[in-house]
C-alpha cells in the first residue's frame, strides 16, 4: 500500500535535517530502536540525565576537560535546545509547506531513537501529516492554517484555529520538555529563551535550504514568536518584523534572545563563543 505521506517526508527532507521526520501509524505497536519521546519526561527512567550526561561529555571533550568541568545545568540547557528544536522544526517545515497541524502532536505520539551531533531521528503520525496534506487546496501555500474560498468569512476562524494550534503545541510537548528538563537547575527564563531561539532558528535553516519558502518560514515563526509564552523571550528588528523579503539571511537578521543558552560557559574558564542572536552579543 503506498504511504500517503511520503511525499511530504520527501518536502521535508529538502529542508534540512532537523526538519525531516519518518511516519508511523498512531495506533502502531513501537518496534525498537524507536521509542516514545515522551520517555524523556518521565521521572525515575534516566533517560534525560543520560541524555544531559552524554552532552555534557561531548561539551567537555571539545575543551579537553573532563565531564565534570563542564556545568550540569549548560549541558542541560544545550540538551534541551536541540529536544526543542527537533520537535519544533518539523511543524514549522509543514507550516512553510502547506500548514500547521490543526492538532500537533504530543510527545507520546512522537517516537524517536536518540543520537548526538546532529538531529536525531524523529518520526511523527502518519495521520497527523496526512491531515496536512488534506487540509485547504494547493501544497505550498504557506498558510499556518489554510484558507477557503471567503477570506472575509473565515479568516478571523483560521486565525483563531492558528492561534490555538501554537498555543496546543508550546503548552502541551514544548512545556512538557522544559519542566523535565527544569529539575536540572535551568530557568525558565532560559528554557523558553531556547524555545524562541528554536523556533527562529528553524524558519532560517528553512529559508536558508529552500529560498522560495523564506516568507511563509518567516511568518509562521513570527506568528509562534507573538504567542504569550514567547513574547517576552526576545526582540526584533527589522527585516524580522517589517516588509518580509525573500532573502535566506532574514530570517534570524535582527532577532536576539532576552537569554542565553549558557553553551559559552562550557569552555574553559566560560570564556566559550557566544550564539549569534545571544543576549551577550552587543548590537
Known sequence: MTDPTAAWREKAAALGPFAAFETHPADSELVLPWRALSEVTREGNGVLRERITAVRGALAARGGRPAEAVEERVAASVAHL??????????????????????????????????????????????????????????????????????????????????AAMDAMLDGPIRELNDAVAAFSVSPRVLWGNV????????????????????????????????????????????????????????????????????????????GATCGDCVLVRP
Open 82 to 163: 536541540g529536544l526543542v528544536a527537533r520537535v519544533l522544526s518539523p511543524m514549522l517545515g509543514l507550516a512553510a509547506l502547506h500548514a500547521l497541524p490543526a492538532r500537533p502532536p504530543g510527545l507520546d505520539e512522537l517516537r524517536w531513537h536518540s543520537g548526538l551531533g546532529g538531529a536525531f531521528a524523529l518520526s511523527l503520525p502518519r495521520e497527523t501529516v496526512a491531515a496536512v496534506a488534506m487540509s485547504g487546496s494547493g501544497s505550498g501555500s504557506g498558510s499556518v492554517v489554510n484558507h477557503g474560498t471567503d477570506p472575509d468569512a473565515e479568516a478571523g476562524a483560521d486565525a483563531r484555529a492558528g492561534a
Open 196 to 271: 524562541a531561539s528554536a523556533v527562529n532558528g528553524a524558519a532560517t535553516g528553512i529559508a536558508a535550504a529552500a529560498p522560495a519558502l523564506a516568507r511563509p518560514a518567516r511568518t509562521a515563526a513570527l506568528l509562534l514568536l507573538h504567542r504569550p509564552r514567547l513574547r517576552d523571550t526576545h526582540t526584533l528588528g527589522a527585516p524580522l518584523d517589517g516588509p518580509p523579503d525573500d532573502s535566506p539571511a532574514a530570517p534570524n537578521a535582527r532577532f536576539r534572545r532576552r537569554s542565553c543558552c549558557l553553551i559559552y560557559r562550557a569552555a574553559p574558564n566560560a570564556a
